[in-house]
């Protein structure tokens, strides 16, 4: 089947890095799918120290591209845990939001919104004017 293919996606563990069975991936699918990956998936990123990532991501590049590929582009990182919890805040959104003086703060460069969100009981409708900045 894996012949039949345009793309294969390897999907690697952040927990698994440490062990080398991982490692046959890149020969599976060059056998399987005559080619190499563009792109890996890597995750469990909630649950893997954040202090040597740059290193994880290197790992998985030089493993899947030995030849010179230095770029960590082609490895994505992801978090299902993030990703529910993301759903979760989008689908909240949807029907309501903190009114904007609660989140704003001139000095952020992001808004921490969830707790607010989740916990307004009567909230501003939006607006169907976009706002300036």
Known sequence: MAS???????????????????KRLPELVANGFNGRADVVV??????AS???????????????????VTNTNRVVPCSSLMGLSAKDL?????RTKPPFKAIWNKQAVG??????????ACAEQPSSVPPKF
């Open 90 to 94: 989008l689908d909240k959104s949807c």
């Open 4 to 22: 039949d293919s345009n793309a294969i996606v390897p999907i690697v563990s952040f927990k698994e890095i440490p062990r080398s069975d991982w």
């Open 42 to 47: 890597c995750t469990h990123l909630d649950q």
């Open 111 to 120: 808004y921490h919104v969830r707790g607010l969100l989740f916990s307004m």
């Open 50 to 68: 954040q202090d040597n990532m740059d290193e994880k991501l290197r790992t998985v590049t030089r493993t899947f591209w030995p030849k010179g």
